[in-house]
């Protein structure tokens, strides 16, 4: 009866060992622009209060420190969840390369510790410390959310161009060169390219709410500040990811052919190949269905030899070394998407930027603020889409040529029972934050009775000796 | 040189009980609280108590699974293939926890204020327990070398492990009590002071009782640690034993600040004596640190990230207990509490 029970709850682990992973993972990544770039944008307003002794900015700033302290903490204890899940499901990935692979998390930790503690500093800071001085404690956020992210990154970036150590002939890490490591091939570009994306998807996102409230009438200084900052940072760094995206997938044409030959759905190693939107590969791995544009990824890889450039096919791997066709399926879709709705955000964005430099002011038209509305939930589809190219690209591989997921993969059957708690916890968690924010959000436009006495003000009890508010 | 991260190891493991710790106990003392009403008041010291330094404090777990996992890899493999339950509980409890205090800081209506902390409250318990569990798994020699798997059951739920987790969750509870009784005095909340000075003062007691049943326990189930208590560790447990009995006294007679102290020295010296204790070994007594520790230039870079951290951490986190204990920064308000 037991033995019976056991059987059917001992579920081959490895499939729901990557659900779990992607899906906690996906639920993370939304989080980290607002955890790496909120904190800036707020140092905007922060500063332009001080600067300009602009109220609203100040309230602005105030404001956007409390939501950032709860989507921190979410972002902080999912971020958690990762750290224990490389062990509790890749626990064969880890005891092998644990000894580099662990390095870029060492050096994460330490930028983590100190975006904690200044966060801390700051958001609680707002009553009691001095004006400039208050400011000053939010820069270390911003500094360790550029470090932190370069940490992560790398240790991604590790797994797509592996480096840095030696193995012995029973496969064991018995050298290691730390720098090289965290210094692979594929770190400098895949770093500069998250860390733009989480500066215009916390902008783009930050601003999406202000461009929803100015579409139902707010449109005082407020809620007009509120959109500029964050829009501002994001439409500035959209072009640039547009460049350096351009620059990451040639980086990849030349380095990682087989994840090329995914993203470009590419079966057979050919010239002047084209570029096909969507589509899918049939049971024969023979392009089907898309629309194509004769010899444009081919120019795309390499404009200087033009539509003569050889892209290599996925038949040049054995099948168990590429991903699978579903997997090209999905890989190609995801990039498609990530390059569509960059290709959208970028439009928007020069059309904001475009007005700004020639008009001095924002687009009027309606539409524009629609787009603008809708650019936070888009830039997030952006972000994932990017993430999805680079990990099921790398399929079957954990680590790109030396191990394969499977055998990285934990042996405990269960699981899927973990992943199905995983499931409803961040179903409850991720759906309380939202109603949460927007409950915040609705008590401070009700003139915000939480706030007290406002920022930089003297204690009740002792008179500060320093006047107080902005000098 | 594997001696050294075993050391930068124990750091983090004692700073995390110390730190996290109180964390876990003060919702430990929200989970006993009581009602809305009774509850009122310690539950405005626990949220101020803890609100600007909980996520700092937990860091420590995260330096502690990295350093296990760079530096000893394969022991690090064991242990969450033998213990994938409890720490996915702890895991789970970990999101639970944290997201439902700051979730809880924020609403306003009673009844989501009792949902968001009761989860809170809970989760606060499962985790040192899970983690207690873990410890104890480790300690009794249940969990096997080379990245291979023990009993899933069985490695965390025996004797020494059920000691690990009801002693952490004891002495968080009992951490968080003696902080608190500190806080609630800044806060000028003289009836909490006696309110956790007698809890204290109970899970002192509480916590001495169960050390003490704890020694056959460890007789009888870990051996090899119970050796080590009684040789190497034995200068440790001695001072454990007096800083428990002092952190009483002082207690008892009203010295806050010293009692904090002897506290932390009382909780820090049994984290370390059981490092002691079962050193040469990280799985006892099957794999010894050296012959799991990763190559030298990784240990290395642990010690060069560990000596920055030292660096530029430490005068960070100075700077914000500094500001704490100020008063300098502000807790948010409770909403529950100040309107209507």
Known sequence: ??????????????????????????????????????????????????????????????????????????????????????????PRFMGRFGDAFGIPFAIEGLFFFLEAIFLAIYIYGWKRLKPWPHFWTGVPIVIAGIGGTASVVAANAWMNEPAGFTLNSAGKVVDVDPWAVVFNKAMPLQTIHMLVAAYLVGGFLVASVYAWAMLRGRRDHYHRLGFVIPFTVAALAMPVQMLVGD?????????????????????????????????????????????????????????????STVIQGLDTVPADERPTNGEVDVVHLAWDVMV????????????????????????????????AAGAGILSVVTLEAGWVVTEVGRQPWIV???????????????????????????????VSLILVLRLMSRRFR?????????????????????????? | ????????????????????????????????????????????????????????????????????????????????????????????????????????????????????????????????????????????????????????????????????????????AYLAAVYMVWDARRMGEHEMVEYFRRRAVGTAVVAGIIALIGIFVLHDDARYVFDGLMSRALPLVILSGICGIGSLVLLLGRNQRGARLLAIGAVATVVMGWGVAQYPYILPTDLELSAAASPDPTLWSIVVVFVIAAVVILPSLGLLYYLDQRDLLETVTEPGVTSV
Not at chain 1, 260 to 289: N, Y
Not at chain 2, 49 to 72: D, K, M, Q, R, Y
Not at chain 2, 83 to 90: D, E, K, R, Y
């Open chain 2, 1 to 172: 040189m594997s001696d050294v991260v075993a050391v930068i190891l124990m750091v983090g493991i004692t700073a995390y009980a110390l730190f996290g710790g109180a964390d876990f106990g003060a919702g430990f003392w929200d989970l006993t609280a009581g009602g809305a009403r009774r509850g009122e008041a310690p539950r405005r010291v626990i949220g101020h108590s803890i609100g600007p330094v909980w996520e700092a404090n937990h860091v420590w777990l995260i330096f502690c699974l990295v350093v296990l996992w760079t530096g000893f890899s394969e022991a690090f493999a064991s242990i969450t293939l033998t213990l994938f339950v409890p720490l996915s509980l702890a895991a789970f409890g970990i999101v639970l926890r944290g997201a439902s205090f700051a979730f809880r800081k924020e609403v306003t209506r009673t009844s989501s204020q009792r949902n968001f902390g009761a989860a809170f409250a809970a989760s606060s318990v499962l985790v040192p327990y899970c983690m207690g569990a873990v410890a104890g798994a480790i300690a009794s020699g249940r969990v096997p070398p080379n990245g291979t798997a023990g009993d899933a059951w069985d490695s965390w739920v025996n004797p020494t492990s059920v000691l690990g987790g009801v002693l952490a969750v004891t002495v968080c």
């Open chain 1, 400 to 430: 790109r040529n030396f191990m394969k997921v499977e055998h990285g993969a934990t042996a405990n059957t269960g699981v899927w029972v973990t992943f199905l708690a995983v499931l409803l916890i961040y179903a409850v968690v991720g």
């Open chain 1, 247 to 307: 620059e990451l997938a040639r980086w990849v044409y030349n380095n990682e052919p087989v994840k090329f030959a995914a993203i470009e759905m590419v079966p057979k190693t050919a010239s002047d190949v084209p570029e096909t939107l969507f589509g899918h590969l049939d049971s024969d791995g023979q392009v089907k269905g898309g629309i194509a544009i004769p010899g444009f990824a081919s120019w795309l890889s390499d404009p200087a030899d033009g539509t």
């Open chain 1, 1 to 90: 009866m037991s033995n019976a029970l056991i059987s059917v709850l001992a579920v081959n682990p490895v499939p729901w060992a990557r659900s779990q992973m992607a899906f906690t993972l996906a639920f993370h990544i939304v989080l980290v622009p607002l955890g790496v770039a909120w904190g800036f944008i707020t140092l905007v307003a922060n500063y332009r209060a001080l600067k300009h002794d602009d109220a609203d900015a100040l309230v602005l700033a105030q404001r956007w420190s409390k939501y950032m302290a709860v989507t921190f903490a979410v972002g902080a204890v999912s971020g958690t969840v990762l750290t224990f899940e490389f062990g509790l499901l890749w």
């Open chain 1, 340 to 371: 569509g709705l960059g290709t959208l955000l970028t439009l928007l964005a020069l059309w904001y930027l475009g007005t700004w430099v020639f008009r001095r002011r924002l687009p009027k038209s309606r539409l524009f603020l629609w787009i």
């Open chain 1, 446 to 471: 009700k003139g915000a009775p939480d706030e007290g006495g406002g920022p930089y003000e003297p204690r009740d009890e002792t008179p500060s000796p320093e006047p107080a508010g902005v000098s």
